[in-house]
Each structure stands twice: as structure tokens, then as C-alpha cells.
């Protein structure tokens, strides 16, 4: 995927306020573990967070956006969603992909977390 589609996708997750939803759900899912596993220490949150964080989380929302949208339709939808029409409902566009993408994710976090706690 080049630049210019990745900043369109990334400017179509901002207007329909997914951009935010999924850092919120991102910073969520840290909030959790963090007080989940309490043996893993920040150092190791950090590590976490840089490896698989928000940036990686959404890497993969994108990489969906990508998957199944041309340019022309991210545009399209981009003009849809800042029309008056388009600011009246939400996004529910790939919901049930995206929904395994966050689930995927939350999985593989709590895993690794998991591992770092040292349960059994």
C-alpha cells in the first residue's frame, strides 16, 4: 500500500471518529492488563506497547481498509461521511473483520502479559 492511500484511510478513520475509538479501546486494553498483571513491570508495559500498541492495532485496521478499498472508494466515502447525510450515521462498514482484528489483538496482548506474569 503506498503513503497517499494509507493517509487517506487514516484521514477516513478520523472523520468517522474510529481513529479515536480504537486508541481508546488500545489504551483500554493496557489500562486492564496493567492491573491484571501486576508482576509485569512498566519496563515490560513499554516494551509491550511499543511491539504491540496502538500503531499496531491500527497498522491491521488499515491493512483491512487496504484489503477491500481502493483509493477512489476511500475518497468516496470520505466525501459520503463529511456530507450531511453521512455525519448521521456511524461506520458499521467491515465491523464483523474489524471486530476480529481487536479481538485477535487483545488475545495476543494478553498473552504475552501472561506470559511475562509468570501464572500457571
Given at each position: 500500500?503506498?503513503?497517499?492511500?494509507?493517509?487517506?484511510?487514516?484521514?477516513?478513520?478520523?472523520?468517522t471518529n474510529e481513529w479515536n475509538a480504537y486508541?481508546?479501546?488500545?489504551?483500554?486494553?493496557?489500562?486492564?492488563?496493567?492491573?491484571?498483571?501486576?508482576?509485569?513491570?512498566?519496563?515490560?508495559?513499554?516494551?509491550?506497547?511499543?511491539?504491540?500498541?496502538?500503531?499496531?492495532?491500527?497498522?491491521?485496521?488499515?491493512?483491512i481498509y487496504d484489503k477491500y478499498l481502493t483509493?477512489?472508494?476511500?475518497?468516496?466515502?470520505?466525501?459520503?461521511?463529511?456530507?450531511?447525510?453521512?455525519?448521521?450515521?456511524?461506520?458499521?462498514?467491515?465491523?464483523?473483520?474489524?471486530?476480529?482484528?481487536?479481538?485477535?489483538?487483545?488475545?495476543?496482548?494478553?498473552?504475552?502479559?501472561?506470559?511475562?506474569?509468570?501464572?500457571?
Amino acid at each position: 500500500m503506498n503513503n497517499q492511500k494509507k493517509y487517506l484511510i487514516a484521514q477516513l478513520l478520523k472523520i468517522t471518529n474510529e481513529w479515536n475509538a480504537y486508541k481508546l479501546s488500545a489504551d483500554h486494553a493496557f489500562f486492564i492488563l496493567r492491573a491484571r498483571y501486576k508482576n509485569v513491570s512498566e519496563q515490560e508495559f513499554d516494551k509491550l506497547s511499543k511491539e504491540l500498541g496502538f500503531e499496531h492495532y491500527l497498522d491491521k485496521i488499515v491493512d483491512i481498509y487496504d484489503k477491500y478499498l481502493t483509493s477512489d472508494d476511500i475518497k468516496s466515502l470520505t466525501a459520503f461521511y463529511t456530507s450531511p447525510l453521512g455525519k448521521k450515521i456511524g461506520n458499521t462498514m467491515l465491523l464483523n473483520e474489524l471486530s476480529n482484528v481487536a479481538k485477535n489483538w487483545a488475545e495476543t496482548l494478553n498473552e504475552k502479559c501472561f506470559n511475562l506474569n509468570g501464572d500457571i
